[in-house]
């Protein structure tokens, strides 16, 4: 059966890192400002490192 | 206190009726072990998040991991794959009794929703760990 939600590879790894940096900010911290902190920067680095290795492996297709 | 817990300088151990429920609820349906034990805030994200993750990877038409053992590779994917998948609680309960029976298919979607499917259920063992450190009293 073909998939009723089509998206693009940047588009579904942003909404994982999404979905994982609200659960991990919610649980890893003890204040609602850091848990929002921690979310944000874990949000952050998935995107960091979603583009990085976009790169790199468009480098190493080249 | 018992005597060998004071001996060895650990921590009381907590009764299991205290936080049984509270992890079979928290398994069973995301975020309901921080509803129960009054945090419904960070229930209501914990439910959301797993939830939408989980209901994502059907809309892509993610594969279900089966219990499957050969040799270690297959094992480790398949078996935890499986017990991630079993983790979502109700949520994967329901989608088997309902049916669900996405054959394993080439192309990025369906990967993308195999991957959310057990990545819901991963970011819930968190949230049940959450929960019963909570119950415990470890964390508040």
Redesign the interface.
């Known amino acids: 059966m073909r998939p009723s939600m089509n998206l693009s590879h940047f588009e579904a790894a942003i909404l994982f890192a999404l979905f994982a940096s609200v659960v991990l900010g919610v649980v890893t911290k003890k204040t609602d400002h850091e848990r929002l902190r921690y979310g944000l920067r874990c949000f952050a680095y998935f995107v960091v490192a979603l583009v990085g290795l976009g790169w790199l492996m468009w480098l190493g297709h080249r | 206190m018992s005597s060998k817990a004071a001996t060895a300088g650990q921590a009381p151990a907590v009764p299991v009726q205290s936080w049984a429920k509270i992890v079979l609820a928290a398994w069973l349906v995301p975020g309901a072990g921080h509803f129960m034990l009054k945090r419904p805030?960070?229930g209501g994200?914990?439910l959301?998040?797993?939830a939408?993750?989980f209901f994502?990877g059907l809309?892509?038409?993610g594969t279900m991991f089966h219990w499957q053992t050969g040799d270690m590779l297959t094992t480790v994917i398949y078996c935890g794959g499986f017990l991630a998948d079993l983790s979502n609680g109700l949520l994967y309960l329901l989608t088997v009794w309902f049916g669900y029976n996405?054959p394993d298919m080439a192309?990025?979607?369906?990967d993308?929703?195999t991957?959310?499917l057990v990545?819901?259920g991963l970011?819930n063992i968190?949230?049940i760990?959450?929960a019963y450190e909570i119950a415990t009293g470890k964390?508040?």
């Open positions: 805030g960070r994200l914990l959301g998040s797993v939408l993750m994502f809309l892509m038409r996405q192309g990025h979607v369906h993308y929703g991957k959310f990545g819901a970011l968190l949230a760990i959450d964390k508040d």
